[in-house]
């Protein structure tokens, strides 16, 4: 592996507005694990990992921890040394002071990247790249050889529909990880997320559409959409 050269840019962020109708999706991390909630893997977790002889697939997508507004940067600093990561993020119109508008790339998920790479480079990653502080693990697996659980991941197919949300969205996607009351089943019929399912949430006197398909660390990931693009199922 080669080392990597110290690199840095400025970052920047830009505030969303709120929504009315509301569309959530959610990428499920990890294999068979509904309440998949996460904890972190310290430096010396991963070297443990990295010599458990444990056989793993060639590349996952896992979710590395960094310092907020420095999710751009790390990106490129990984992807310089041959890394393929993702920042979760929408391109949108920002107009400034002056009055000139510009197309900015806004970072909907602060502090996460994901980085699609083998297990065993982790602590590598982790020890050269001073800005990430860990990976997250999944906390409702079992222990293994050394009784640590194993590094969260994100199926490719999740992550493409992630990828495909953040992309094709008309609005802007926001993703939290408030508990969410779901009701009847939809599917979205129109549009450019046509042919997602999910259901109606209801808060307060608002009517919102909610796409989930899970997201293992208990986020979901939601935009607006119009109630005429959508179906009951």
Request: net charge positive.
């Amino acid at each position: 592996m080669k080392v990597p050269c110290p690199y840095r840019r400025p970052t920047w962020s830009v505030e969303s507005e709120p929504l009315e109708y509301e569309m959530i999706v959610s990428i499920n991390v990890n294999m068979a694990q509904e309440n998949n909630a996460s904890e972190t893997a310290t430096e010396s977790q991963a070297k443990e990992h990295k010599g458990s002889g444990v056989a793993v697939p060639s590349a996952r997508w896992y979710i590395a921890e960094c310092k907020p507004t420095r999710e751009r940067t790390i990106r490129e600093m990984l992807r310089k040394v041959g890394y393929e990561v993702y920042v979760a993020s929408q391109r949108e119109r920002h107009r400034y002071q002056s009055g000139n508008v510009r197309i900015v790339e806004h970072v909907v998920l602060t502090g996460r990247i994901f980085v699609r790479t083998e297990e065993t480079t982790l602590y590598d990653i982790l020890t050269t790249f001073s800005s990430v502080y860990r990976f997250q693990i999944n906390r409702a697996a079992m222990p293994g050889k050394f009784g640590h659980k194993p590094f969260a991941f994100v199926p490719e197919s999740d992550m493409e529909r992630l990828k495909t949300m953040l992309e094709k969205s008309e609005k802007p996607v926001v993703i939290t990880d408030a508990n969410l009351q779901l009701n009847q089943a939809v599917m979205v019929v129109n549009g450019p997320l046509s042919g997602f399912n999910g259901f109606f949430l209801r808060k307060g006197t608002s009517t919102y559409i909610v796409i989930k398909v899970a997201i293992g660390t208990n986020h979901y990931a939601y935009t607006e959409v119009s109630v005429h693009d959508i179906e009951l199922i």
